[in-house]
């Protein structure tokens, strides 16, 4: 999905779009101790990184709201990234993972929105590189962590698109250098979680009442949410992976204590996160066991319906067949009385048939 699974082809622009390459639609900012200035418009990443060395504690930040095969050609030349990274960055649709390559840190990070009209999770995946001095996120499906377009983030005339990038970037943690912001773009990611459980915890309760109230069309509500809560536990369980990697690696590449402790309490919430997510899926599991028992146990009782009118409906078919043998030793058939007396036997036996079923229930 654009926003789902499927991907948008990024592309260099036409006449009619801004072209990522010459910084028309990439988002360059410098920040020193927090404080955030956007370069000028055509900023290269070259020059961002140039931009970033003119003081100690700045770092350039990068942002491309699409991924296109020349602005990640050119970021490679810039960083001199390694061959197999440009070959990741070129290629969307990869699992939550953490890469390191020399100086420079790879992470694949997925976000997840919930769309309630659909009753679908929407995931947008971010490739986020940090090296010193700089640090770039490139989305790969043209949406934002929150499900709003990322273009918006780049335009000067959007006000929620800048305060969405200062609240990534207005933090006394990013004077610790551009891990602090894949730092926080992770705990952005993980806070997001949960307002979709809370939705699709919504839709869990309405399924549990739609349940009892016999609705046929239940069954495949429970497997599409199921789907998507199955989605959810597998990117949360691989985002846990590339915590656990960073974790690793805090001895190894010097980390910070204060980023140390953040991103605990990055892995706490999301240790809360996948609990609730594998409670989701158990719970939808028991529900969809509840419902195929209560279509069995309905279809059962109508079995017993069509079953008792099968037996009430053979008792006078099963007279009428004998009398309708006409063989000439049926004394019956001379009877004066012989025609109303089969009639009798079979209202008489289906009423009997009638009361027995109802007495047992089975009508």
């Given at each position: 999905m654009a926003m789902r699974r499927g991907r948008t082809t990024a592309h260099q622009g036409g006449p009619d779009e801004p072209d990522l390459t010459q910084g028309g639609t990439c988002l360059v900012r410098v920040v020193d101790h927090g404080d955030t200035d956007c370069a000028p418009v055509g900023t290269t990443p070259h020059q961002a990184l140039e931009l970033a060395g003119t003081g100690p504690d700045r770092m350039a930040f990068l942002l491309y709201p699409t991924a296109p095969a020349t602005a990640v050609h050119e970021l490679a030349?810039?960083?001199?990234?390694?061959?197999?990274?440009?070959?990741?960055?070129?290629?969307?649709?990869?699992?939550?993972?953490?890469?390191?390559?020399g100086d420079v840190l790879f992470i694949v990070v997925r976000s997840a929105h919930y769309d309630d009209a659909r009753e679908e999770v929407d995931f947008a995946e971010f490739h986020v590189l940090a090296r010193p001095g700089a640090v770039a996120i490139l989305c790969q499906d043209e949406v934002w962590f929150d499900g709003t377009p990322a273009q918006a983030l780049v335009d000067p005339e959007d006000t929620a698109g800048d305060r969405a990038i200062n609240a990534l970037l207005d933090d006394e943690l990013l004077t610790l250098g551009p891990e602090a912001v894949a730092y926080r773009l992770l705990d952005a990611i993980v806070d997001g979680y949960a307002p979709v459980l809370r939705e699709v915890g919504i839709d869990r309760d309405q399924i549990e009442r739609q349940v009892f109230s016999a609705d046929p069309a239940v069954a495949e509500r429970i497997y599409?949410?199921?789907?998507?809560?199955?989605?959810?536990?597998?990117?949360?369980?691989?985002?846990?992976?590339?915590?656990?990697?960073?974790r690793?690696?805090?001895?190894?590449?010097?980390?910070?204590?204060?980023?140390?402790?953040?991103?605990?309490?990055v892995a706490d919430h999301l240790d809360r996160i996948g609990a609730q997510t594998a409670e989701y899926r158990e719970s939808?599991?028991?529900?969809?066991?509840?419902?195929?028992?209560?279509?069995?146990?309905?279809?059962?009782?109508?079995?017993?319906?069509?079953?008792?009118?099968?037996?009430?409906?053979?008792?006078?078919?099963?007279?009428?067949?004998?009398?309708?043998?006409?063989?000439?030793?049926?004394?019956?058939?001379?009877?004066?009385?012989?025609?109303?007396?089969?009639?009798?036997?079979?209202?008489?036996?289906?009423?009997?048939?009638?009361?027995?079923?109802?007495?047992?229930?089975?009508?």
């Open positions: 030349e810039a960083w001199d990234l390694h061959p197999v990274l440009v070959e990741d960055l070129l290629h969307a649709g990869q699992r939550p993972k953490l890469e390191r390559y599409r949410l199921s789907q998507e809560v199955i989605d959810l536990q597998h990117a949360t369980t691989w985002l846990v992976e590339v915590l656990r990697g960073l690793g690696g805090f001895t190894k590449h010097e980390v910070a204590e204060e980023l140390q402790t953040y991103l605990q309490d939808l599991t028991q529900i969809l066991g509840v419902n195929s028992t209560l279509v069995a146990q309905r279809q059962n009782e109508d079995m017993k319906k069509i079953s008792g009118w099968a037996a009430i409906l053979f008792a006078p078919t099963l007279i009428a067949a004998v009398y309708g043998m006409n063989f000439q030793n049926m004394p019956e058939l001379d009877w004066a009385f012989g025609y109303p007396m089969a009639l009798l036997l079979m209202v008489g036996f289906s009423v009997v048939l009638y009361r027995v079923f109802k007495a047992k229930k089975w009508m």
